[in-house]
């Protein structure tokens, strides 16, 4: 059985590179275009991961995680930030939401399907 991915960000370019990459390493992956999308999907299905950016429109990445963190099939899924934001106070900001790591974009596709590897398997 396919692990599944949520992947959640505002460009479509960046959500098919995404798509695109973890499809190809045999994962599940499913798309959403902002945080209220991303959390939609979440209830609607359980995924294995959710992989989100930080600037979005109608909700951002961190109040997507602790929106996600307070639902009780998502307290110990592991989440990661793909995002332009590298900062330490970001970081700080991302793991005190319940962020599991951080990706920084541009993104490398190999190192993305290892961390996603590393995580969930």
Known sequence: ???TILAVDDSASIRQMVSFTLKSAGYEVIEAVDGVDGLDKAKARSA??????QNMPRMDGLTLIRSLRALPQYKSVPILMLTTESSDAMKSQGRAAGAT?????????????EVVRKVIG
Request: a positive charge; hydrophobic letters at 50%; glycine letters at 4%.
């Open 48 to 53: 294995n991961l959710v992989l989100t950016d």
């Open 101 to 113: 790591g951080w990706l920084v974009k541009p993104f490398d596709p190999q190192k993305l399907i």
């Open 1 to 3: 059985m396919a692990k």
